[in-house]
């Protein structure tokens, strides 16, 4: 009789608890984030330092893990495209450790290189391409948000023309922008509010904001609204049209990909096809494959393909590019 009695007891526990869980968890979380934000609301802001004292409206640079590298770096020209480059990426790197792992990258490149391969101009083209490595995450981290704004940007044009029409002023609607929206859009707001709250003039922190984002919107958007200040206007019907315009190159663009799907294909299936029949031939026959990486002729052969493969592939992708 123990058996059934544990057991009844077991699945009475599960279903009093799954009912408590459905009916008594979720007004419980409600209660938490609510208490959460209140006490987040009511406490001072304090620096990032844990020392307590008030943030300061003066900016703050993060050292890197080579203070003096960083320092060399931004008296040079290619310090300031690093810094903007890791800004627009939104990256938590500085400038040194880029750099830093660019060369540790590029040695390492080269010494596995020459271990594999013993020609010294092939060792150093891989070096090459192993300290651009760390630049090119961050230039694919910086298309990625681009992209990410340009789909979340029409719904932020939207919120500034409902908050507008609601009667707020057009600061207190950025603000409400950088609350609402997640990233990358609301952190750029949230930017280019905090900078006009703290005395820049709005005009400069909207420029500030097309130099943090390049894109064709952003500029028709901080167009406008330079406009809009100097000579009048309706400015939440200017917002709606250029949401509408967005939108409408998004559908087109979308449009032009369905279209050229066939040629980017193309070009990754004659990226891809070398490379898989090398690995079956090392399979089927791998003295012949040997004989390529070891002989000095098929080494030079090697490379020849892999640059002719990489420029084909880059011709191709420029062929299915259409701006729109």
Excluded at 133 to 152: A, M, T
Aim: glycine share 8%; charged share 20%; net charge positive.
């Amino acid at each position: 009789m123990l058996l059934p009695f544990l057991v009844f007891l077991v699945v009475s526990g599960g279903i009093v608890g799954g009912f408590f869980a459905l009916t008594r968890l979720p007004e419980l979380l409600a209660a938490r984030r609510m208490d959460q934000r209140l006490r987040e609301l009511n406490e001072a802001p304090t620096s990032d330092d844990g020392n307590g004292e008030p943030d300061s409206i003066v900016k703050r640079v993060t050292q890197g893990p080579l203070p003096i590298i960083d320092k060399a770096i931004a008296k040079s020209g290619a310090g300031s495209w690093l810094a903007t480059l890791i800004a627009q990426s939104g990256a938590k790197v500085t400038p040194s450790a880029v750099v830093m792992c660019s060369l540790v990258s590029g040695v390492l490149g080269v010494y596995i290189a020459s271990m594999l391969i013993r020609q010294p101009l092939i060792a150093a083209g891989v070096g090459l391409l192993a300290a651009a490595l760390p630049f090119g995450v961050l230039l694919n981290k910086r298309s990625r948000r681009f992209n990410r704004f340009e789909e979340q940007f029409p719904e932020a044009l939207d919120l500034l023309s409902r908050a507008i029409r609601a009667g707020h002023a057009f600061q207190s609607a950025m603000g409400m922008v950088a609350d609402e929206l997640p990233a990358p859009v609301g952190v750029e707001f949230k930017k280019s509010f905090e900078q006009q709250n703290f005395g820049l003039p709005l005009n400069e922190a909207l420029n500030a904001l097309a130099v943090r984002m390049p894109l064709m919107d952003v500029k028709f958007f901080v167009t406008a609204v330079q406009i809009q200040r100097e000579t009048g206007g309706n400015l939440a019907e200017i917002l709606d049209n250029l949401a509408h315009v967005v939108r409408e190159r998004f559908k087109i663009l979308r449009q032009v990909r369905v279209h050229t799907a066939h040629g980017r294909f193309t070009g990754y299936v004659l990226l891809g096809l070398p490379a898989a029949l090398a690995v079956a031939l090392m399979f089927i026959s791998p003295e012949h494959m040997k004989t390529l990486f070891t002989n000095k002729m098929g080494q030079t052969m090697i490379m020849g393909a892999v640059v002719s493969q990489t420029i084909g592939f880059l011709w191709i992708k420029q062929i299915v590019k259409i701006e729109v």
